[in-house]
Nanobody, 130 residues
Framework: TVHLVESGGGSVQAGGSLLLSCTAR?????????MSWFRQAPGKEREGVAGFYWLGDGTTYYSESVNGRATISRDNAKTTLFLQMNNLKPDDTAMYYCAAAEKPHIWNTGWRQIEYFDNWGQGTQVNVSS
């Protein structure tokens, strides 16, 4: 199994920054192919924010809405996924989730496909005020 726990959310003013973390605990022989950050605002569908090709070369992917303002990364021990978000906007207000995929896919598009991800954290709330 893969157990994911997010942290780092909070309330900030527009223009501020937050660092979100997702700790992955893997038991058994699970293999993670890709990990991504998703978010869901009230009344809206869950959307992909950023993805990281975990098993491969660490290629990163970003949605148009955060490109240039967000950086996805992981620690050297390969146990924690990060999302650094800068110049936050009120539209970034949402519950942020990390997710892990245990099956191979084409990740340059698949990183944001909800159905590809088998494991989800409980989420961390981000609130951005104007």
């Amino acid at each position: 199994t893969v157990h994911l726990v997010e942290s780092g959310g909070g309330s900030v003013q527009a223009g501020g920054s937050l660092l979100l973390s997702c700790t992955a605990r893997i038991s058994g022989i699970n293999t993670i192919y890709c990990m991504s950050w998703f978010r869901q605002a009230p009344g809206k569908e869950r959307e992909g924010v950023a993805g990281f090709y975990w098993l491969g070369d660490g290629t990163t992917y970003y949605s148009e809405s955060v490109n240039g303002r967000a950086t996805i990364s992981r620690d050297n021990a390969k146990t924690t996924l990060f999302l650094q978000m800068n110049n936050l906007k009120p539209d970034d207000t949402a519950m942020y989730y990390c997710a892990a995929a245990e099956k191979p896919h084409i990740w340059n598009t698949g990183w944001r496909q909800i159905e590809y991800f088998d494991n989800w954290g409980q989420g961390t709330q981000v609130n951005v005020s104007s």
